[in-house]
Nanobody, 112 residues
Framework: QVQLVESGGGLVQPGGSLRLSCVASGTSHTIFTMGWYRQAPGKQRELVATITSTRRTNYAESVKGRFTLSRDGVKNTVNLQMNSLKPEDTGVYYC??????WGQGTQVTVSS
């Protein structure tokens, strides 16, 4: 049973930074694509960023230039560095693996 465990959410002021991490367990195989999605109150879940095992990345237009997704070389671990955060970045952030596995979510709140 693959499990994804997120950490690193919290409350930050506009313009601040946060770093989210996600670690996968329960498999010895490499998860090809890992990434982050987010869901704001009253809105649908949306893509934030993904990264493949070959380090190919894909970012939502709204976070390009502000967020950076990286992946550990030998583990199913990804880190999302979020800079210049805006109130509209607020939401629950979910780690995803191969469009099949989901974490429990971590809250990110950007507010003054």
């Amino acid at each position: 049973q693959v499990q994804l465990v997120e950490s690193g959410g919290g409350l930050v002021q506009p313009g601040g930074s946060l770093r989210l991490s996600c670690v996968a367990s329960g498999t010895s195989h490499t998860i090809f694509t890992m990434g982050w999605y987010r869901q704001a109150p009253g809105k649908q879940r949306e893509l934030v960023a993904t990264i493949t095992s070959t380090r190919r990345t894909n970012y939502a237009e709204s976070v390009k230039g502000r967020f950076t997704l990286s992946r550990d070389g030998v583990k199913n671990t990804v880190n999302l560095q979020m800079n210049s955060l805006k109130p509209e970045d607020t939401g629950v952030y979910y780690c995803n693996g191969d469009q099949r596995y989901w974490g429990q979510g971590t809250q990110v709140t950007v507010s003054s």
